[in-house]
């Protein structure tokens, strides 16, 4: 059993930053693939970025340029700093492990409000 734990969410104004983190716990952190993902109101939850066991990323055209992903294997944490927040970043954001190719964990989620 996977657990994830997110913080760092909360109020900020458009323009600002944020830097998320997700602590894991229950399996070999640095073979897993994390991710974030986001879900706003009335909407499904999107991928946002991810970022595999050897370090290489990937992101929402959203994100590009504006979020990265990053990873600490000794701590088992993953980040996503995020600078440039727009309102439409506005969403709850989770926090995903994929272990073994096939099993998914999500945290349980953390609010991003971006004012404008």
């Known amino acids: 059993q996977v657990q994830l734990v997110e913080s760092g969410g909360g109020l900020v104004q458009a323009g600002g930053s944020l830097r998320l983190s997700c602590a894991a716990s229950?399996?070999?952190?640095?073979?897993?693939?994390m991710g974030w993902y986001r879900q706003a109101p009335g909407r499904q939850r999107e991928l946002v970025a991810r970022i595999l066991p050897d370090g290489t990323t990937n992101s929402a055209d959203s994100a590009k340029g504006r979020f990265t992903i990053s990873r600490d294997n000794a701590k088992n944490v993953v980040y996503l700093q995020m600078t440039n927040l727009k309102p439409e970043d506005t969403a709850v954001y989770y926090c995903?492990?994929?272990?073994?190719?096939?099993?998914?964990?999500w945290g349980q989620g953390t609010q991003v409000t971006v004012s404008s």
């Open positions: 995903n492990a994929k272990v073994g190719g096939t099993l998914n964990y």
């Open positions: 229950g399996s070999i952190f640095s073979t897993n693939i």
